[in-house]
């Protein structure tokens, strides 16, 4: 099955799968190259420290660095979901360049994303872990560690961290559309990646459940718990938080 322009085999699947895409936002918004290389642009300044402070705003994040991890883990989880649901459901996925991909900083969860190009590729693990991992997500890290100070383990962490949990989403909804070849190459596709360099330290996937040997410090906020994932069972003692992050 082709890519159409449109990617609306992905709309069924949720915010999170779902990409706007064609010609350029009618506002002028900064690619994500933009926000990787810290480029300012005249509509949202810099766009990767307007979307950590806004994350921080929202959570009420004692740290900044809690903040960029969370916004961190968002955006994976975006980028991990409309690249898996393309493979699943397609069998190819998009090219999702970063000079392609426009972001809307300021815009609440998950993030908003056009694509203003749909250039198919194949639905290949080596290309997955190309376009997300490091057309973005090494990028990304990057520029984050550049302003705050986040662990490495950390950041591959929530990358992998989201990459399960979207696998998960679209194995459930393969499941119950009767989807059998699209959650089968989903748990294939998810467990390859899992098994990348870049993530192979970060967890173990058991079936379609994932347990990560760090934390994404969101227990930290007020409120806040250990995610389903989470290295931790529970919140960690104040004592022991500098050894998390």
């Not at 999170?16 to 918004?29: D, H, I, N, S, V």
């Not at 000079?99 to 749909?118: E, K």
């Not at 997955?128 to 490495?152: E, F, K, S």
Request: charged share 20%.
């Amino acid at each position: 099955m082709e890519l159409d322009q449109d990617l609306a085999a992905l709309g069924p699947l949720g915010g999170f799968f779902a990409l706007r895409t064609g010609g350029a936002p009618g506002t002028p918004l900064p690619t994500l190259a933009d926000a990787y290389e810290n480029r300012s642009s005249d509509v949202c300044g810099n766009a990767l420290a307007l979307r950590v402070e806004k994350v921080a705003h929202a959570i009420r994040a004692p740290e900044l660095r809690i903040a960029a991890s969370v916004a961190q883990q968002g955006l994976a989880a975006r980028l991990w979901s409309v690249t898996l649901g393309c493979a699943a459901l397609y069998g190819r996925v998009p090219d999702l360049d970063p000079g392609l991909l426009h972001w809307n900083p300021d815009a609440s969860a998950p993030d908003d994303l056009w694509l203003t190009r749909v250039r198919p590729l194949p639905a290949e693990p080596e290309t997955l872990a190309d376009v997300v991992l490091h057309g973005h997500l090494a990028p990304l890290a990057t520029a984050l560690r550049a302003h705050h100070r986040i662990a490495p383990g950390l950041l591959w962490g929530n990358a992998a961290s989201a990459l399960a949990g979207a696998a998960r989403q679209l194995d459930r909804w393969a499941g119950l559309h009767g989807r059998t070849e699209a959650a089968a190459r989903t748990r294939t596709l998810a467990g390859e990646l899992l098994a990348h360099p870049l993530l192979s330290d970060a967890g173990t996937l058991t079936g379609t459940a994932f347990r990560r040997r760090s934390c994404c410090l969101y227990y930290r906020v007020p409120g806040g718990g250990v995610c389903g994932d989470c290295c931790f069972t529970r919140p960690p003692r104040s004592s022991a938080r500098g050894a998390s992050g």
